[in-house]
């Protein structure tokens, strides 16, 4: 008899290769990034892309991906105590945007004109959260502005990933709904045979 995974053990599996993804892309675009473009001021992450999948996955559960988005980059950007408090910490207002997901439903956030527009918002919330755990650290106000500017170029892969993920069945959808809609299939082809 075939062993089934319990929800537990699936949601675990799940949110574990999201990190790992997560964590091997951020390592490859920093590393990439240190090794042909030392001298620019730009960068881009995948952090706001994968957590906004997990969001829409998992819920809150995509704050540990939030978080750990962070705790890479700065790991392998070589960062300052204060830089891994902007990031770490500052990924974190990305929460906010699971209240959406909420309010309006995932389901309607995903099929809607929302559903590339949720991952803008995630990725909003990142920059304003650096940027005021940053003024919270003695930071001028005015250095808000360059969290928004130097990872400008994030938003435009944020979108476009997501823009794909959406075509890709059961990437960017609440898992169980999708279990639930994949089960259902299986019984009507199950009961026609």
């Given amino acids: 008899m075939e062993k089934r995974r319990t929800w537990k053990e699936y949601r675990t599996i799940d949110l574990a290769l999201m990190a790992v993804i997560l964590a091997v892309f951020?390592?490859?675009i920093v590393t990439a990034a240190n090794f042909w473009f030392?001298?620019?001021?730009?960068?881009?992450?995948?952090?706001?892309?994968?957590?906004?999948?997990?969001?829409m996955r998992w819920g809150a559960w995509g704050g540990l991906h939030a978080f750990e988005a962070g705790f890479v980059f700065c790991l392998f950007s070589g960062g300052t105590v204060?830089?891994?408090i902007?990031?770490?910490i500052g990924n974190l207002f990305s929460l906010l945007a699971v209240l959406l997901l909420k309010a309006m439903g995932k389901e309607r956030v995903r099929t809607g004109y929302l559903s590339l527009?949720?991952?803008?918002?995630v990725q909003a919330l990142m920059h304003l959260g650096r940027g005021v755990a940053a003024v919270a650290l003695g930071a001028p106000a005015g250095s808000m502005v360059e969290f928004f500017t130097t990872d400008s170029l994030s938003?435009?892969?944020?979108?476009?990933?997501?823009?794909?993920?959406?075509?890709?069945?059961g990437?960017?959808?609440d898992q169980k709904?999708?279990?639930?809609?994949?089960?259902?299939?299986?019984?009507?082809?199950g009961g026609k045979l």
């Fill in 171 to 173: 990437v960017y959808e």
């Fill in 26 to 28: 951020e390592f490859l």
């Fill in 155 to 169: 938003y435009l892969f944020t979108f476009v990933i997501i823009w794909i993920a959406r075509k890709l069945d």
């Fill in 117 to 121: 527009i949720f991952p803008l918002l």
């Fill in 86 to 88: 902007y990031y770490c």
């Fill in 38 to 55: 030392p001298d620019q001021l730009y960068t881009v992450s995948l952090a706001a892309a994968v957590t906004s999948i997990v969001y």
């Fill in 177 to 189: 709904h999708y279990l639930l809609r994949i089960n259902a299939k299986g019984e009507q082809k």
């Fill in 82 to 84: 204060e830089q891994y």
